[in-house]
């Protein structure tokens, strides 16, 4: 059972300016450029601020959006220059984020409230006491902080019937977003079969690849029954 894609986290969802109404990132009439664009070719600091010339421009609200929002340099060209962006959000009772990657940032996530449990795969050659493939697995509470690093593969895990709020900081002004299972079922057929040691081919590969979820998040069956969460149509 899915989610809807603008009802899990914003650090997918707000990735395209249409997420946010302000500040706004116009283009100027006179060069048609946008604001951020005139900010990163700025020969100076002083130009920055000329381009900046609001003092609006320097504030975000972070609870503008129903579900939450993003500042990165598209949403907020203030953050030009400063190598972040931020987003606010919200993870619905009993669901789990599709294992995905940031190729451009670290990720490091604040829980503000409720409990979240953290899966998150290093690079190859990070290994656990029994030689396998290392995965960390944690617990969060209010006020902890994850690192999951660029590029590594993660997954974030609502457990409980609450809502839970979190801040993620990524060490780029566009961190980028990529979702693990839909890219790899994106190459052609021959190619998953190769890779999944011909374990399966044809009319399996298409089955797979026609239903693996939409949106950016699942809701967890037993979770969803002992919560006595009404299922969405």
Do not use: W
């Not at 590594?152 to 409980?160: F, G, S, V």
């Amino acid at each position: 059972m899915m989610f809807n894609t603008a009802s899990i986290i914003t650090a997918a969802l707000a990735m395209s300016s249409s997420a946010v109404s302000a500040p706004t990132n116009q283009t100027n009439p006179s060069s048609g450029l946008s604001k951020t664009t005139r900010l990163r070719m700025a020969d100076s600091a002083a130009e920055r601020y000329n381009i900046l010339s609001d003092d609006k421009d320097f504030i975000f609200d972070l609870g503008q959006n129903n579900f939450a929002s993003i500042a990165n340099r598209q949403t907020f060209p203030a953050m030009v220059g400063t190598g972040t962006s931020i987003a606010a959000a919200r993870f619905p009772g009993c669901s789990i984020s599709k294992l995905h990657i940031h190729p451009r940032a670290t990720e490091m996530l604040i829980l503000l409230s409720g409990r979240l449990i953290t899966e998150t795969i290093p690079e190859l050659g990070a290994v656990d006491a029994n030689g396998k493939q290392r995965v960390i697995h944690n617990e969060l509470k209010p006020n902890t902080l994850n690192v999951f690093d660029q590029g590594a593969l993660h997954t974030q895990i609502n457990p409980d019937c609450d809502e839970v709020t979190a801040y993620t900081i990524f060490s780029s002004e566009d961190g980028g977003f990529g979702f693990v299972a839909d890219q790899s079922f994106a190459l052609p057929d021959d190619v998953i079969a190769t890779q999944l040691g011909d374990a399966i081919s044809g009319a399996d590969i298409d089955r797979i690849r026609s239903s693996l979820p939409q949106g950016v998040a699942a809701r967890i069956d037993a979770c969803v029954k002992k919560c006595n969460i009404p299922k969405r149509k």
